[in-house]
């Protein structure tokens, strides 16, 4: 059974930094593409970081970065000089991608649960 979990979430000041984490089981982040979105409170969302599984990375904002810990099975978003507009429900997917040497038990996307981080002073 696939499951992500995402955490850090916080409530925080603007200017602050956060650290978020998607630990996941039953699949291997090394052999996926993960995402990172967020779900505003005006219910849109939005793409923010992803890393493939060949460990490119992207982000939509210079302030966020995403990285990743095979051993850990883990991908983070690090967060810095936070904004209120940051304010968002963070959740993270994951998609298995064919590769040498192994087989995708599945290609479907899995998500998380969401973390909340409200920016506020």
């Known amino acids: 059974q696939v499951r992500l979990v995402e955490s850090g979430g916080d409530s925080i000041q603007p200017g602050g930094s956060l650290t978020l984490s998607c630990r996941a089981s039953?699949?291997?982040?090394?052999?996926?593409?993960v995402d990172w979105y967020r779900r505003s409170p005006t219910n849109e969302r939005e793409w923010v970081a992803g890393?493939?599984?060949?460990g490119e990375r992207n982000s939509v904002k210079d302030r966020f970065t995403v990285s990743r810990s095979s051993s850990e099975n883990t991908v983070y978003l690090q967060m810095n000089s936070l904004l209120p507009e940051d304010t968002a429900v963070y959740f993270c997917?994951?998609?298995?991608?064919?590769?040498?040497?192994?087989?995708?038990?599945?290609?479907?996307?899995?998500w998380g649960q969401g973390t909340q981080v409200t920016v506020s002073s």
């Open positions: 997917s994951a998609r298995c991608v064919k590769g040498p040497g192994y087989v995708c038990i599945s290609t479907d996307v899995y």
């Open positions: 890393v493939t599984r060949d």
């Open positions: 039953g699949i291997s982040v090394s052999r996926s593409n």
